[in-house]
């Protein structure tokens, strides 16, 4: 079984009008992994490793949207992933 924490903190603009910012985190708890949030699809991406190592078997639109996204975030930080065996 995995289970996984999401913390998240707001930031609304000090003196003038604006969206309400966020950001936060996922944590992996019994490996203790981590990654930091600036946008719900960094929850997909955390997650989807430990899914994909479990046997979950992702639709053909999932992986083609991950593909996607994984070429516009080139130079980014990757995602780390589960433990190997974990």
Known sequence: MHSF???LRFEKPRGEAGPTVWHGYITHVPGG???Y???LD???AFITPYLEAG???LGL???ASRWLKSLGARGAAPVKGP???G
């Open 5 to 7: 924490i999401i913390k």
């Open 33 to 35: 992994e981590r990654s």
């Open 37 to 39: 949030l600036k946008d």
């Open 42 to 44: 960094g929850v997909a």
């Open 55 to 57: 046997g979950v078997r």
């Open 61 to 63: 639109w999932w992986r």
């Open 83 to 85: 433990p190997a065996g």
